[in-house]
Every structure is written in structure tokens, then in C-alpha cells.
């Protein structure tokens, strides 16, 4: 465990917490007078959850969104490219790496150094991998819609991409590699975390394929940027599956790292709770525009919440 990363993840954490809490206490509702509350909403809500009407003040399209995963595909490929030359090629880790792992306190090799190498490794390169494909869908097959982000959710959003993918490098040790070269130490922990990757992965994309749908002919040309209640796969439980498809991705990470690994649980928790806010809010949205929506579907998790 890494006490100051899993403190700096924790904050997040609790901050979306807080703000899912906060959204059912009538003092934070909106008042549209601009103060505190007001503030507030600006900043959770994004997309179709934001009101019409809203000022307009430090927003950004909802479609940059491809920025995040164009920043994960390069950082993290860069980082996937050197863990990788120093688990098959016995190379060092640059120097920088090392600085910021003795910063964080991951400062010495511990008697499992394959197994960490091997997981970091897995983890890393699944990390790429989600990005790549999130960044072919948000080029290829999601329609955006012409809603908004704030600044400062674009922001997190991109500096989320950078911190995680670095946050997976500081699992491994710091030391100079001896020039031992090391092969990949497949575990049963990894089989089960590849799978249910692999599970939530495609269970996400055909999601992402009926929501884009929704706004296609049957020529698959963009006909309309509106909303419409989307049917099928795991939207018949929940009204955002893409968000719960999401956190089972990063809990299938914290599996492949050995299920051990508190650092990475508190990334888990701010996955959670973030994507969960998320998901109240369409699930608001949907109730309130779409009179005939299913009474059943939950917001998040089937059957939970």
C-alpha cells in the first residue's frame, strides 16, 4: 500500500460521495439564484442532466470527451512501453519513474517482485486497451449529442487518465533492474480479472452501440441528437449499464492485482461513487421526460440501486 496515493485517490472519492448525498437534501437544490447550490449542480451535472436555460459560462462540449482517452492511449501507452522494456529487456525504469515512486513511498523490492511486474503489467496493458477502444467509439460509433461539460470536469477527467495509469506504475518496486529477465507469472487472480474484463468490456460497448443507435437510421446515418429511452442488453435493469459496465472494469483490475491492493481499491471508490452520481442524475432525467419509463430499472447497479 502506498499511503499518500491512497489518500490522494480517497479525496475524490469522498467528494462524489458527498455530492451524491448532497443531491437529495432539499438546502442544495437549485434555486437559480446563483449562489452556493447553483455552484453546485454546475459542476455535477454535464450533457442532458444540465437544465436549459444554464449559463454557459466555462463549459465545453460534451464531445471532447474523446480528449480524455486520446490523453490515456499516448501517457499510458508510453508508460505500458517502458514497464514493458523493464520486465522483458532488464532495463531501468527512466529516472523520473524512480523519483516519483520514492515520493510516493515505493521506495524498496519486495520478495514477490515477479508477481507485482506481471499484474502492473496486465493491469497496464488492459488500461491501454479500454482506452483504445473507448477512443474508437467516441470517434466511430457514439453519437454525441450538442450538451456541455464544465472546465473543471474536463479537466479531472483528463488528469484521471494521466494519475491512473501512473498510479498502476507505482505498484511495482523502484530498484534497478539487474538485467534478470522476467516472464510473465500468469496467477489465478489474473485469469478471473482478464475475464470479467473481457465480460464488462463487451458488455459496455454493445450499450454504447443501442444508445448510438437511438440516433441512427437504419442506413446507420445520424439522424437526430434528441433522447429516447434505450432498450436491451442490460439497459432492461438499469438506465446507465455503460457506467456500471465501467466500475466492473476497474474492480476486475483490482482483482488482477491480487485483490489485495488498497491503493487500487480507492480507486475502485472513486469509480464508484463518481459513475454512480452520474447515473442518478440520467436516471433522474429519464424519469422525469419519459412518462412511460420502465418502474423497474435502477439507476446503477441491477437490482441494488
Known amino acids: 500500500m502506498l499511503p499518500v496515493l491512497a489518500a490522494a485517490w480517497s479525496l475524490p472519492a469522498v467528494a462524489f460521495l458527498a455530492a451524491l448525498l448532497l443531491l437529495r437534501a432539499p438546502a442544495w437544490r437549485s434555486d437559480g439564484r446563483g449562489g452556493v447550490s447553483d455552484l453546485f449542480h454546475e459542476l455535477i451535472r454535464y450533457g442532458k442532466t444540465r437544465p436549459p436555460g444554464w449559463s454557459l459560462n466555462y463549459l465545453v462540449p460534451k464531445s471532447w470527451f474523446t480528449h480524455f482517452y486520446v490523453v490515456s ?28 515512486h520514492r515520493a510516493l513511498g515505493r521506495d524498496s523490492q519486495s520478495e514477490d517482485m515477479d508477481s507485482e511486474y506481471s499484474s502492473a503489467l496486465l493491469v497496464l496493458l488492459l488500461l491501454w486497451l479500454h482506452s483504445c477502444r473507448r477512443l474508437a467509439e467516441c470517434l466511430w460509433t457514439s453519437v454525441f449529442s450538442n450538451g456541455f461539460i464544465h472546465i473543471v470536469q474536463y479537466y479531472y477527467g483528463l488528469g484521471f487518465y494521466i494519475a491512473v495509469g501512473s498510479t498502476v506504475l507505482c505498484q511495482v518496486p523502484t530498484n534497478v533492474r539487474t ?47 434528441g433522447y429516447d429511452v434505450p432498450f436491451g442488453d442490460w439497459f432492461e435493469s438499469v438506465s446507465c449499464p455503460h457506467y456500471f459496465a465501467e466500475l466492473l472494469i476497474y474492480v476486475s483490475m483490482a482483482i488482477m492485482l491480487g485483490f489485495q491492493n488498497v491503493t487500487w481499491w480507492c480507486v475502485v471508490m472513486c469509480v464508484l461513487f463518481n459513475q454512480a452520481l452520474a447515473a442518478v442524475l440520467s436516471h433522474e432525467f429519464y424519469e422525469k421526460n419519459f412518462h412511460s419509463y420502465p418502474k423497474h430499472r435502477k439507476a446503477f447497479i441491477p437490482h441494488v440501486f
Open 73 to 100: 492511449v499516448v501517457w499510458n501507452g508510453s508508460l505500458l512501453y517502458w514497464l514493458f522494456r523493464a520486465e522483458f529487456l532488464g532495463e531501468s525504469l527512466p529516472s523520473w519513474i524512480q523519483d516519483m
Open 179 to 225: 538485467g534478470k529477465e522476467l516472464s510473465v507469472q500468469i496467477c489465478w487472480y489474473h485469469i478471473v480479472g482478464i475475464t470479467m474484463y473481457i465480460w464488462a468490456s463487451l458488455h459496455q460497448h454493445r450499450c454504447l452501440v443501442i444508445l448510438a443507435k437511438l440516433r441512427k437510421n437504419k442506413s446507420g446515418k445520424v439522424v437526430r441528437l
